[in-house]
């Protein structure tokens, strides 16, 4: 009796640590967060009163959230897209060289080691107007220098840069794990049907990394939502908050100005947004895995 208890509990007790540690660090505060949301809640204030929806009243009034909102969209949409093209291509690349294979991805990955506050301030001391490298390198090919951080225009370029200059590597790892887990099987079947290069990349490669293809979105897409360090290292959120995202409001609003219930506020849309935004990559995924597997 007591053996067949110990079988029933043994997969709950073995779970249970995880789980704790899952409420403590993941769901509690979330609902913390939630709960913070409608107070008008201060560290240092004794008294933190309820406001109901005031927060997120005011948040949809605010201009600095519109506009750190379009700026997000700009940022998540460009650094994905071309992160994911180039880290695709690297890898059909990568994958087919004959030699020199290990060495090359060596070289590829060394920016994933590095902390992003350390290439956000590398990349600000090579893109400084004065003495900057890149600037350097601009007038030895007879252009005029860039002011790349302090120009309204140039201010979002640079960053979207920095970033796929950083985690290219990261989805070129991935996308190439997946090209090396198809089977040569298909190719060859396309080849004797006489298919073309693009007509194998088409209907037989892309069709076999869909499920790789969404995991590796999905992944970037939640982390460049988050971006923050790289931000504090070059701009600051400047000029004139062109490059202020949406966790850098959220930064101003609850450690500057110590307003935790409006910047908690802000996490809710936030949260609501990447979940949206992935169950969206989710959905287009599955349907385009059924039209490949008919």
Excluded at 42 to 60: D, K, M, Q
Excluded at 92 to 118: D, Y
Excluded at 220 to 248: C, E, H, Q
Aim: hydrophobic share 55%; proline share 5%; glycine share 6%.
């Amino acid at each position: 009796m007591k053996k067949l208890r110990l079988a029933r509990t043994g997969p709950y007790l073995v779970m249970a640590p995880g789980m704790i540690l899952l409420l403590l660090f993941s769901i509690y505060p979330v609902l913390f967060l939630l709960k913070i949301s409608f107070q008008e809640y201060s560290p240092i204030s004794i008294r933190n009163p309820f406001v109901g929806f005031a927060n997120y009243t005011n948040l949809f009034q605010d201009h600095n959230f519109w506009n750190a909102l379009k700026v997000t969209a700009i940022f998540v949409v460009s650094t994905v897209a071309l992160e994911f093209a180039i880290g695709l291509a690297l890898a059909i690349i990568l994958n087919r060289l004959p030699i020199g294979q290990r060495l090359f991805q060596s070289i590829v990955l060394l920016p994933i080691a590095m902390a992003p506050t350390v290439v956000g301030l590398m990349f600000r001391f090579m893109m400084n107007e004065q003495y900057g490298v890149l600037n350097y390198f601009m007038e030895l090919l007879g252009f005029s220098r860039q002011a790349w951080l302090s120009d309204l225009h140039l201010a979002l370029p640079a960053l979207i840069i920095t970033d796929i200059w950083q985690w290219t590597p990261f989805m070129m790892i991935i996308l190439l794990a997946g090209l090396k887990g198809i089977p040569d099987e298909p190719y060859e079947a396309a080849s004797i049907d006489g298919a073309s290069p693009w007509q194998m990349f088409r209907y037989v490669t892309i069709p076999q990394l869909s499920r790789i293809i969404s995991i590796a979105l999905l992944l970037r897409t939640i982390d460049a939502f988050r971006i923050y360090d790289t931000i504090y290292m070059m701009t600051k959120g400047g000029p004139i908050n062109v490059t202020s995202t949406l966790s850098w409001i959220v930064y101003d609003q609850g450690f500057k100005f110590l307003e935790f219930g409006y910047g908690a506020a802000i996490c809710v849309v936030m949260l609501i947004i990447v979940v949206s935004f992935i169950s969206l990559i989710m959905k287009r995924m599955n349907l385009f895995e059924a039209e490949g597997s008919r």
